[in-house]
């Protein structure tokens, strides 16, 4: 199954709160899980990634959960600010090697994100 | 470095025509990837081509087609338009292409609306 699924599908938050966005996945071929973050009118541009073998990784306010047994990893942005508002879309890509007929990047369905002062 | 840019960034076609959107990746990347994004089905990728052949393909229809020039610039078609074409259309680029943790880049997208 070639599925990425995400969500909540809009979050809305208050300035300095958490937010929390999920992703599921369930071919166990992947090992590449970047999260992209795309503002209105731009195109999306990469925001963090991680690789299944660590459990979590974290960039500034960002950090990225990763459970391999559950097959699902998770966006954090901490102190959340009202310039974090967009939408995210996580992703996730098949290993070298594996028996996956295809190699590209697969994407949830996004989660558009706001955060109010 | 001049990111990736798309041309033309906004258009209104008719139903049953056809359009060519264009994209010129990142300086030295010859991987150029296409996706479609939608607010109900996010993005959906539609192609990929590296060095000038198709490497990969997405789940539409034949009327959707592309193709990569020997500078690495690309250009998607659309041909006998539907109102279910409308989107965003975007196209990104990297080095070594979609595949093993390669990073992409993404340009701002080609507006299409189909009336």
Same mark, same amino acid.
């Given at each position: 199954?070639?599925?990425?699924?995400?969500?909540?599908?809009?979050?809305?938050?208050?300035?300095?709160?958490?937010?929390?966005?999920?992703?599921?996945?369930?071919?166990?071929?992947?090992?590449?899980?970047?999260?992209?973050?795309?503002?209105?009118?731009?195109?999306?541009?990469?925001?963090?990634?991680?690789?299944?073998?660590?459990?979590?990784?974290?960039?500034?306010?960002?950090?990225?959960?990763?459970?391999?047994?559950?097959?699902?990893?998770?966006?954090?942005?901490?102190?959340?600010?009202?310039?974090?508002?967009?939408?995210?879309?996580?992703?996730?890509?098949?290993?070298?090697?594996?028996?996956?007929?295809?190699?590209?990047?697969?994407?949830?369905?996004?989660?558009?994100?706001?955060?109010?002062? | 470095?001049?990111? !990736?840019?798309?041309?033309?960034?906004?258009?209104?076609?008719?139903?049953?025509?056809? !359009?060519? /959107?264009?994209?010129?990746?990142?300086?030295?990347?010859?991987?150029?990837?296409?996706? @479609?994004?939608?607010?109900? @089905?996010?993005? @959906?990728?539609?192609?990929?081509?590296?060095?000038?052949?198709?490497?990969?393909?997405?789940?539409?229809?034949?009327?959707?087609?592309?193709? @990569?020039?020997?500078?690495?610039?690309?250009?998607?078609? !659309?041909?006998?338009?539907?109102?279910?074409?409308?989107?965003?259309? /975007?196209?990104?680029?990297?080095?070594?292409?979609?595949?093993?943790?390669?990073?992409?880049?993404?340009?701002?997208?080609?507006?299409?609306?189909? !009336?």
């Amino acid at each position: 199954q070639q599925q990425v699924k995400q969500s909540p599908q809009s979050l809305i938050v208050q300035k300095g709160g958490i937010s929390i966005i999920n992703c599921a996945y369930e071919n166990t071929a992947f090992d590449y899980f970047p999260w992209y973050q795309q503002f209105p009118g731009k195109g999306p541009a990469l925001l963090i990634a991680i690789r299944p073998d660590v459990s979590e990784k974290k960039e500034g306010r960002f950090t990225i959960s990763f459970n391999k047994s559950a097959k699902q990893f998770s966006l954090h942005i901490m102190d959340s600010q009202p310039g974090d508002s967009a939408t995210y879309f996580c992703a996730a890509s098949p290993a070298r090697g594996s028996p996956y007929n295809t190699d590209k990047l697969i994407f949830g369905t996004g989660t558009r994100l706001q955060v109010f002062p | 470095k001049a990111g !990736v840019t798309q041309t033309p960034r906004y258009l209104i076609k008719t139903r049953g025509q056809q !359009v060519t /959107l264009s994209c010129s990746p990142i300086s030295g990347h010859r991987s150029v990837s296409w996706y @479609q994004q939608t607010p109900g @089905q996010g993005l @959906q990728f539609l192609f990929e081509y590296f060095s000038e052949t198709q490497r990969n393909k997405g789940n539409f229809p034949g009327r959707f087609s592309g193709r @990569q020039f020997s500078n690495s610039r690309s250009e998607m078609n !659309v041909s006998t338009l539907e109102l279910g074409d409308s989107a965003l259309y /975007l196209c990104a680029s990297s080095l070594a292409g979609t595949r093993f943790g390669n990073t992409i880049y993404f340009g701002e997208g080609s507006w299409l609306t189909v !009336v």
